[in-house]
């Protein structure tokens, strides 16, 4: 969606990374339009700009993280039209989240390598400065890093000179083809998510609030429940975590299989959603409580919640991905 950027139509700033933008305030709306050639394009509110971190506040050098978001939920849409309103409620809680690990965001940029080159044998740019958003990058020095490590695994072939510093052309190897292949499959570019949640009867409606949030997002939910299989239990709930791309646990009722589950996927480095019926928040362990915690008291006010937060903080699946879980 970047590619939209024009620098001589640029008339004001990105209120995420302060560059040059295009910026726009929609017809009939308090809601700004941005096109930013780091953060890609995506819309905010009037009082979402109010609350931006400032150059004092401790949380502004972790803007690069809201970049992350931007950018992620622009790359999977293809017309301005569909760019959603992102919630403060729903992005500003990542100023605060740990990064992905290094080798999620190796998987990234192979993934966006890949993406950009079109097909086997063909070359792509990465520029240091402004695409470090795709891999959730501090900075170019980060991005530039994470290009030669590839490199260096022989995931990629390094092509010409670094152009003024800037950033570099490289194309993928057979190897790296068979990386992107791997991960999709062991869970980190994967299309599944795995639901962690009370499997009591009278939960059926939440759980199906949660899984249309999910395919809405374009991923595949998945429940232990809802699979036949030969397996140890807890040895098939560990294989099903490790391909899921991202967790959503709901703590109601506070179920202890939940709690090791979303523990699990932390571990692994993965993206974990928290949600909670508003009856049921009080109980919540207190160190699940330091988390952005999607707070519930109806089953329709979930599943627009949930969505939003997945499109916001992950970004939208790839619509012709659909995976076994």
Avoid at 61 to 78: G, K, N
């Amino acid at each position: 969606m970047y590619e939209r950027f024009q620098e001589d139509s640029a008339k004001g700033n990105c209120f995420v990374c302060d560059q040059q933008a295009m910026s726009s305030r929609m017809p009939d709306r308090d809601v700004f339009q941005i096109i930013c050639r780091r953060c890609g394009a995506y819309r905010i509110s009037e009082e979402f700009t109010w609350e931006m971190p400032k150059p004092h506040s401790p949380l502004h050098e972790f803007r690069y993280r809201m970049s992350w978001a931007f950018r992620s939920a622009a790359e999977r849409i293809s017309d301005l039209a569909d760019l959603p309103v992102h919630l403060r409620i729903e992005v500003l809680p990542l100023l605060n989240t740990v990064d992905p690990s290094v080798e999620d965001k190796l998987g990234l940029l192979l993934a966006f390598l890949a993406k950009r080159s079109k097909s086997p044998g063909k070359s792509a740019f990465f520029d240091f400065a402004n695409d470090c958003s795709i891999v959730c990058a501090r900075d170019s020095e980060e991005a530039s890093f994470l290009l030669e490590s590839l490199g260096q695994q022989k995931l990629v072939e390094l092509q010409g000179e670094i152009l003024d510093g800037s950033g570099q052309a490289s194309r993928l190897t057979t190897a790296g083809w068979s990386d992107l292949t791997r991960r999709a499959r062991t869970g980190a570019e994967s299309n599944n998510v795995f639901i962690a949640m009370s499997f009591d009867p009278g939960r059926a409606a939440v759980a199906e609030a949660i899984a249309r949030a999910i395919s809405a997002s374009n991923y595949t939910p998945f429940r232990m429940d809802q699979v036949e299989h030969l397996n140890r239990i807890d040895d098939e709930i560990l294989s099903r975590l490790r391909s899921s791309r991202f967790l959503v646990v709901d703590l109601t009722q506070q179920n202890p299989g939940a709690y090791f589950e979303a523990g699990f996927m932390l571990g692994l480095g993965r993206p974990v959603i928290w949600i909670c019926s508003g009856d049921d928040l009080n109980k919540v362990h207190f160190d699940a409580r330091q988390y952005n915690i999607i707070e519930y008291d109806s089953d329709e006010e979930l599943q627009k919640r949930l969505q939003l937060r997945i499109e916001a903080a992950i970004g939208k699946g790839a619509q012709s991905s659909q995976q076994i879980p």
